[in-house]
C-alpha cells in the first residue's frame, strides 16, 4: 500500500483548498482541513469555510466511535464533499467545546489511515502550522493536558501577572515566546501550564532513571513512507490585496449576521473560537464603540498581521517545495512535482 502523505500549506488567501481539490481530482485524493479556525460548526463566512453548497456526510458510524473515544470528545466525523472531492476537518465541535493540537492529530492519524485503506491520497490543506508541525515531526508538549482547575484561576489574572509567573516558572519559554503571544493571556496561560506540567514529568522521570525528554514525547508522528510538502507563497503586497477582497466579500455574504447568531445562542467573547479573526473584531461593533468600517479595517490588518505569522512560521519548515502564486503557471509545476512524486 502506497503510505504517502501530501501537505498544502503557506499563508491564509494563496489558494491552498482550490489547489488541494484540484490535486485530488487528478491522484484520487482527499482533503484533511488543518485550520484551527474551520473546526467550529455555526462559523463559516468568517472563517472562509465556503461549504454554503456542499453536503456533509457521515462516513462511517464506527469511525466515528473510534475517534471520539481515542480523542475521549464527542465530535462529528464526516466529509463534506466540495466539487465531489471528501473534505474531512470542517464543522468537528461546537464553538465552546475543547479541540486542541492534540485533538486534531489525533484525529487527522485516524482519517489518513482510513484514506489510505480505501487506497488514496490523504492532502492535509491548511495555514495552523503548528498543527501541521504536530502531525509531521511531532510535538513534546500535545501529550500535556489542560490544567482545567489551574485555567479558572489563572483566568482572573491580569496580562502583566501572568507575564511574571511565566518568567519565574520558566524563564526559557517567556523568552521563547514571540510578543503576539506574551501579549495573549490564552496563550501564557497554556505555557504556565505546561511548564508545570513538564517540570514534574521531568522529576518523575529522574526518578526512574529514564531521560526526562522520553517522557514528554509525543508518539504521535506521522508514519509514512513518503511525505511531499508544498508551500505557496507571495508578496506582502500582493496577499494584503488578496485579503482585503476577501474581507469585504465575507461582510457582503453576512459576517455580521452570523457573529450575532453566535452571541445570541450564548457563545462568549473570551471563547478560544471567538478569538478568531473574523470574530474577535466585531465584539466593540456589537457594543456600540466602533463603526462597521471600523470593523472592516481591523479585521483586514488582523489578517495582514496574521499573514506575515504564518510566512515566518511555515519558512522554519524544512522540505517545502515552495511556490509563488504570482506566477501565472505555478499550478503546472505542482502538478509536474506532485506527479513525479507520486508515480
Sequence with gaps: MKKKVLIICGPTATGKTALGIKLAKKFNGEIISADSRQVYKGMDI??????SNAKFKVKNAKLQCKIQKEINSKISIGAYEIETIPAWGLDLVKPDQEFSVSHWVKFAHKIIQNIWQRKKLPIIVGGTGFWIKALVDG?????IPPDWEQRKKLAK????????LLQRSCPERMRGMNRSDRNNPRRLIRAIEIAKQAK????KAKSNLAEPDSALQDNLKLKTNQLLIIGLKASNKFLYQRIDQRVEKRIKQGTEKEVRNLIKKGYSWNLPSMSACGYKEWKPFFERKASLDEIIQRWQFNEHAYSRRQTTWFKKMKKTNWFDIEKPDYKKDVVKLVK????
Excluded at 468568517?46 to 461549504?51: I, N
Excluded at 510535538?139 to 501529550?143: I, N
Excluded at 514534574?200 to 522529576?203: A, F
Design 157 to 164: 489574572s491580569s496580562l502583566k501577572e501572568l507575564q511574571n
Design 340 to 343: 513525479t512524486w507520486y508515480d
Design 200 to 203: 514534574s514529568l521531568k522529576l
Design 139 to 143: 510535538v513534546k508538549t500535545v501529550g
Design 46 to 51: 468568517g472563517t472562509g469555510k465556503d461549504v
